[in-house]
């Protein structure tokens, strides 16, 4: 894998949770198309793919928010 851009803790962690949005995202569109196209199985597979990242997300967005906080950001 490549190097980050920025070798920093914080930096790492709010690219995380960026990516977490953008997949969750992602997984409703998906679910989305595979409900009009009636498979519910796919349907079912990306909503737990959605719902594993929103909570990974929402995670990412409290320690994000207690370490700017306490870091005086």
């Known amino acids: 894998m490549a190097d980050s851009p920025m070798k920093d803790k914080n ?7 960026e990516n977490a949005l953008k997949t969750q995202w992602q997984m409703h569109e998906y679910a989305q198309d595979a409900e009009q196209q009636g498979d519910q199985e796919l349907v079912d597979y990306f909503n737990e793919v959605a719902e594993g990242t929103k909570r990974g997300g929402e995670r990412g967005k409290q320690l ?3 370490r700017l906080q306490s870091e005086g950001g």
């Open 11 to 17: 930096y790492n962690l709010v690219s995380s949770v």
């Open 64 to 66: 994000l928010a207690q």
